[in-house]
């Protein structure tokens, strides 16, 4: 509760003088200054009380100060270098093979194509992200002109020859078709473990593959068991067997994840045996990888870290 000061006057007079009628004033005090700087410090602890003075420990909110690169135009093979710095985050990352990365540094980098780099700092559930576009100009191969093809001399034509009547041969008998054999079925191996270092792992198979057709997340692998400490980092693994009859199937971090995951997305064969390596950093309970083929989910994997 704030309290209201009232002051009747600064000249510090005593009751008895107010009493006193027609009395000559008296001289002011030396204790004045003192009154007056009393009354001063007083004011101020209840304006700060009150709200008057600001905060001055208020936490710095997450911001992306700066996020650059010493080029944005190279030529083939160059190299570039990054540079950012990132303050009130919990959590930084740049995507395209970079990885994790501290709140403040530098990186150099030699990418083999045009590239788009995406800065994402994390603090809670809040998220700020910057962006760079690296163009990569190539120069292509110089090709030699193809020499035109001289002519080549005309040959007169020869009176080719009457054919003879030929005898029309005899139909031979069509064979009768032979049933068409059923595709083998084929087999992608033993399913993961259901708990891998004390972490719980689940796979779910959402869309029924075709006849002959498999696909199975044989395994799962951790550099470090459960319960892991939130912000930190560890290596995950897996593998998968398919046989789809599709050459190439995609991975990537499902929206009900709660852990980052670095690379979040990457190929795998369609036809054979893949094993995927990422990094996670732990924010919450889960990582929640999706096997697709196009937009069609064959597999789910979850991995718990708590």
């Known amino acids: 509760m704030c309290l209201r000061l009232r002051h009747d006057g600064i000249r ?84 395209n093979g970079v990885g994790i990365v501290v709140a403040k540094g530098t990186r150099q980098l030699r990418p083999e194509g045009s590239t788009t780099f995406v800065l994402t700092a994390h603090k809670g559930t ?11 100009n190539g120069i292509g191969p110089t090709t030699s002109p193809t020499p035109s093809p001289s002519p080549s001399p005309s040959i007169a034509p020869q009176p080719s020859p009457s054919p003879s009547p030929s005898s029309s041969p005899s139909p031979s008998p069509s064979p009768s078709p032979s049933p068409s054999a059923s595709p083998a079925t084929k087999t992608c191996g033993p399913a993961a473990a259901a708990a891998v270092r004390g972490c719980g792992v689940t796979v779910a198979y959402p869309a029924k593959l075709g006849e002959g057709q498999c696909l199975t997340v044989n395994s799962a692998e ?74 069609q989910v064959l597999a789910q994997l979850t991995i718990k870290s708590r």
């Open 126 to 136: 809040s998220t700020a992200t910057a962006t760079i576009h690296v163009t990569v």
């Open 12 to 95: 510090g007079v005593s009751r008895r003088e107010r009493r006193t009628t027609g009395a000559s004033p008296s001289p002011p005090r030396r204790g004045l200054p003192r009154i007056l700087w009393s009354t001063a410090v007083a004011l101020a602890l209840l304006g700060s009380a009150c709200g008057l003075v600001d905060n001055l420990n208020k936490p710095e909110d997450l911001s992306i100060r700066h996020f650059t690169a010493s080029a944005t135009q190279i030529a083939t093979g160059a190299s570039l270098t990054l540079s950012w710095d990132v303050d009130g985050a919990e959590a930084v990352q740049i995507d």
């Open 222 to 295: 951790l550099a470090s068991g459960c319960p892991a400490a939130a912000n930190t980092t560890r290596e995950v693994a897996f593998t998968v067997t398919a046989h789809t009859g599709a050459g190439q199937l995609d991975w990537r971090r499902s929206g009900d994840s709660t852990n980052l995951i670095l690379p979040d997305r990457g190929t795998l064969s369609g036809d054979g045996a893949t094993r995927v390596v990422f990094n996670e950093l732990v924010l919450d309970e889960t990582s929640v990888i999706e096997i697709v083929r196009g937009s």
